[in-house]
């Protein structure tokens, strides 16, 4: 799209309206950019939110200045590169290019990367990859810990040298095997392959193993072999204490003269033959009886033994065999001496005969072996003899049953079979046998020949290392059966590709087409007859690019050079319009032998469904995004589809954070930790288990967010099995019935509290009134002079307790009010506290209390109503006195607060007030003694008229108690209200 300097539309392409989804005729060129910016946010291409905010957003954006973003489609299907250049005259162009296919490769490969980073770690192996100047490209862990190197000695893409070098200084080569090692290791050609092998420090040992790669650089391999090299090291220990023994234990050896004495033996011939003693000297005769005695021989065996050892010819070398009674097998060689003695050379050959003994069983075995084996066998001597022959050789050749085929020579047995017709028919079997007797026998050989029963064979003659050869007989009847049946389907293949619906052409590794279907010529727009077998790819995109296949220029040559330089190795996928209108999806998959296919589908239909569905969902978005009420979608497994931005917005999440996909436990985890929902602690340790809840509909429930908005949630099932979410702000009517909950409330209180005053005020005035009644009776019934005094007096003292109970009830009224009729003065705590401590002495002394006054020295003076604070203090005392049982104790306390003010302190070691109760005790014409029988007057409205007055000289007044405890009730006044004796008015002042 290319925008003049006055920001109005000159001119936009075909690819820019179908992006939009608009015709270009509703826009024409001098359409202002405001309202280009407004159809490209409505449709979604500047990314989710408020499509008016993102216009405004993207009209405010400078222009003379170069830009390159990355944009989301609103859906988040589409993900684009958006370019903004300046042209030299004034305005600029902006451009759009698709990458979703480009991100999500990258996202592919991404991910292949890590599994490849998974896959060399988990390598027990060490690997090394050096560049071609030297340097370390990579590595796992275990080449770490082969090499003894540390992570830092590998930071930083060190060489070779330089990590030779730090292991060195880190004395890691020591002994001169390893200075040899690092010298060879440092002087070597690294384009050539190399082995080495050191023990490191720690005793273990590690194998190297480098090779060159094809770039230049090498790979190095390591391996612990430290157990292969022990088990070395023990195999040369054991093999040198076998030498020693064998020295150590020669053969038998004795050496007799003319006479038949013994002249010379050593120890091994003694025990080797009988292991009784000898002596040298002895006669045949001796020798042979002490053997008989030792129990060598049977019974009367030692003369017929002598007579036959005394009658051997010893003028020529001998050699037998015997075996002893222990059942250990001799070898016994006599040799004729110059003196005419000989000599007797002994050697056990207990374990050759047993070897020999385990040969023949292993031949048996060998023999049922190849008896059951799937193969005919026939072995052959280096004279090509036959030394054995299966019966599966006899049946595949044809030789009969019971023939006998060992020794004899394979050229008679192949002339044989010639002359039974075993070759087939002339001239080919003459060819046949010629053939196969001049194979050379020490190379191996394969061919086939067919019987004449029409079974098809596999000959391979291989040689043996003792230089004869062994043929082996395969029966490949049913191979070549199999074969032949792959050929039959490969034709009904090539049939089927030609009914496909679909465009198919494969490629060989070398690029050049293996067969193709008709259709493909059709879909890729290739002339007829021009996809033949042999083509090269190259060929074919040319020849469609020259034939205008690829559209107008410069987008032509693009596709053509992106086509040439396509990796085929791997899958591709791609959606191209073709000249008339058709729109194709092509891909390209790799085979197994490193060719590949391609694929043209026809999708025209698919692609307009595509676009309507598109241009419907755009309306739809319209539609909710003007909605009233947050909307969500769900899907059945609680994943978001689809929602508006007010759902976000009274939801308390991001919009970015209610895209398409998103799961509800997501969602809800979210919530909790922007803090959506305040819970107590048992129920954050529980949470985890809740994120996971499925929706429950149709459901229905109201939630206040912490921003004080109340939200209604509706749930509702789908037809598909999905839920459909609904968020109404109903704030203003909860506002409205909570304002009527709180009317009606105070309603309840002030008819509570009327009745209340009622019920305590018909007692307290009903008392005093009854005495004035009477006493005045009394006086008019009897006005004798002595009983007037008594009579008016109480008269006098009920009076008085009517109208303290009258100004109780005119103090809370006028309590209220923020300012009082007298004028702040400045008040002495401590002169305070002494005179209410006056007041109360009587009625505590009547108690029998004890009262005391505590005022810390240079309390500052409380410049406030003095009336108001000395009423509250006489509440407070006279609560305490009436409170506190016989012989307990009143303390009237001021102090200085922390914050400068003052503190004053009422504490009794009264009845208490149980924790609970504490807020009623406060209540108008309340008593925590609500039984008709009370045992404490009053009217209730003492520690309610206290707290009054507080309040409204700006001070706070607290109780601290606990049943049978005490109380201690605490007024504290604000630093505002207190004064220094320095700023005190004098008196003159005062009066004024």
């Not at 020490?442 to 040689?463: F, I, M, N, W």
């Not at 539609?623 to 009274?650: K, T």
């Not at 459909?724 to 109903?730: E, F, M």
Request: glycine share 8%.
């Amino acid at each position: 799209m290319v925008i003049d300097e006055a920001s109005r539309l000159v001119v936009a392409n075909a690819a820019f309206w179908s992006e939009a989804g608009a015709q270009p005729d509703r826009f024409p060129p001098g359409t202002p950019l405001r309202d280009m910016l407004r159809l490209l946010a409505f449709r979604g291409m500047l990314g989710a939110g408020d499509p008016a905010a993102l216009a405004e957003e993207a009209l405010a954006a400078d222009r003379s200045v170069p830009h390159l973003r990355h944009l989301r489609s609103a859906d988040g299907a589409r993900l684009s590169e958006v370019a903004s250049l300046p042209l030299p005259g004034g305005g600029f162009v902006l451009c759009s290019v698709d990458i979703t296919a480009l991100h999500r490769a990258e996202a592919t490969a991404r991910s292949r990367a890590a599994l490849l980073e998974h896959v060399l770690s988990s390598q027990r192996g060490g690997i090394a990859l050096f560049d071609t100047a030297g340097r370390l490209v990579l590595h796992n862990p275990a080449y770490l810990r082969h090499s003894g190197a540390t992570p830092e000695m590998l930071a930083g893409h060190p060489t070779l040298n330089e990590i030779v070098t730090a292991l060195a200084q880190a004395g890691e080569f020591t002994a001169n095997a390893d200075r040899d090692y690092v010298r060879a290791l440092l002087d070597g050609d690294p384009s050539r392959a190399r082995r080495g092998q050191r023990e490191k420090r720690d005793g273990t040992v590690v194998r190297f193993h480098s090779t060159p790669e094809v770039n230049g650089g090498f790979l190095v391999e390591s391996d612990d072999v430290t157990d292969l090299r022990r088990a070395e090291d023990e195999a040369r220990r054991r093999a040198a204490l076998l030498n020693g023994v064998l020295e150590a234990l020669p053969h038998g050896i004795c050496v007799w003269t003319a006479e038949r004495r013994v002249a010379l033996f050593n120890d091994a011939y003694q025990r080797l033959m009988d292991g009784a003693p000898l002596q040298v000297g002895d006669t045949l005769h001796d020798v042979i009886t002490r053997r008989a005695t030792a129990g060598e021989y049977g019974s009367g065996e030692a003369e017929a033994i002598y007579r036959r050892e005394m009658g051997r010819d010893l003028s020529r070398p001998q050699q037998r065999q015997r075996q002893r009674p222990d059942g250990t097998a001799l070898a016994i060689r006599t040799a004729p001496l110059p003196d005419g003695g000989h000599i007797s050379v002994v050697t056990d050959i207990t374990a050759l005969w047993r070897a020999e003994e385990e040969a023949r069983r292993r031949a048996e075995l060998l023999e049922t072996a190849m008896g059951a084996i799937r193969h005919g066998i026939v072995i052959c001597g280096p004279d090509q003899r036959i030394l054995a022959a299966n019966q599966l050789a006899r049946t595949l050749v044809g030789h009969a049953p019971d023939e006998v085929l060992v020794g004899r020579t394979v050229e008679d047995v192949i002339e044989q079979l010639h002359r039974q017709g075993r070759y087939g028919p002339e001239p080919m079997a003459t060819d046949a046998v010629r053939m196969a007797l001049s194979l050379d026998r020490s190379k191996a050989h394969v061919y086939q020949r067919t019987t004449p029963e029409g079974r098809v064979l596999d000959v391979a003659s291989d040689p043996t290392p003792d230089g004869g050869f062994v043929i082996t007989h395969s029966d490949i009847t049913a191979l070549v059966q199999a074969e032949d049946e792959a050929r039959h389907r490969a034709g009904v293949l090539e049939a089927a590709m030609a009914s496909m619906r679909h465009g198919l052409v494969i490629y060989g590794p070398d690029r050049r087409v293996v067969v193709a279907n008709e259709l493909s010529g059709t879909l890729g727009g290739h002339p007829p007859d021009s996809m033949q077998p042999g083509r090269l790819l190259d060929d074919v995109l040319r020849d469609l690019h020259a034939a205008s296949a690829f559209g107008p220029e410069p987008g032509a040559s693009a596709l053509l050079a992106a086509g040439l330089s396509l990796d085929r190795s791997k899958p591709y996928r791609t959606v191209r319009e073709v000249a008339n209108g058709r729109v194709l999806e092509i891909s390209s998959d790799p085979t197994p032998d490193g060719g590949f296919i391609v694929t043209h589908f026809d999708i025209t239909a698919r692609a307009r469904a595509e676009a309507e569905a598109r241009q419907r969902a755009a309306i739809l978005h319209v539609m909710l995004e003007n909605m009233r009420h947050g909307i969500a979608l769900f899907d059945a497994e609680s994943r978001l589809i689809a929602s508006n931005g007010l759902a976000a917005s009274m939801c308390g999440l991001p919009p970015e954070l209610m895209a398409p996909g998103t799961t509800l436990t997501e969602m809800r985890r979210r919530q909790t930790e922007l803090g959506e929902f305040r819970m107590p602690q048992e129920d954050l340790r529980a949470e985890p288990h809740q994120w996971g809840r499925p929706l429950a509909a149709p459901e229905r429930y109201v939630r206040r967010r912490p921003n004080g908005r109340i939200i209604e949630v509706m749930t509702d099932r789908t037809p598909d099995g999905g839920y459909i979410r609904s968020y109404t702000d109903v704030t203003d009517d909860r506002h409205v019935r909570d304002e009527l909950e709180r009317a009606r409330a105070a309603a309840e209180a002030a008819s509570e509290a009327k009745s209340r005053f009622l019920a305590t005020m018909s007692h307290e005035l009903r008392t005093p009134l009854s005495a004035v009644i009477g006493y005045a009776e009394a006086l008019l019934a009897d006005p004798a002079p002595d009983s007037i005094a008594e009579y008016a007096g109480a008269m006098h003292q009920a009076g008085r307790h009517l109208l303290s109970l009258i100004d109780d009830i005119l103090d809370v009224a006028r309590a209220g009010r923020a300012e009082s009729d007298a004028k702040p003065m400045p008040v002495e705590p401590a002169a305070l506290l002494a005179g209410i401590a006056g007041t109360i002495r009587e009625a505590a002394a009547i108690g029998g209390l004890t009262v005391e006054l505590g005022a810390e020295a240079g309390l500052p003076r409380a410049l406030c109503d003095e009336r108001r604070l000395r009423r509250i203090l006489q509440v407070l005392a006279g609560n305490a006195v009436k409170f506190t049982p016989v012989g307990g104790q009143v303390r009237l306390e001021a102090a200085r607060a922390e914050d400068a003010g003052l503190v004053f302190r009422v504490v009794d070691s009264g009845i208490g007030i149980a924790t609970e109760d504490i807020p009623r005790a406060f209540e108008p014409f309340t008593q925590l003694e609500s039984s008709h029988a009370r045992r404490y007057p009053g009217s209730g409205l003492g520690l309610h008229l206290a707290r009054l007055l507080a309040e409204a000289m700006g001070a706070s007044l607290t109780l601290d108690s606990r049943p049978d405890s005490g109380t201690t009730a605490t007024l504290r006044l604000p630093r505002g209200i207190t004064i220094s004796d320095e700023a005190a008015p004098d008196s003159s002042s005062a009066v004024l």
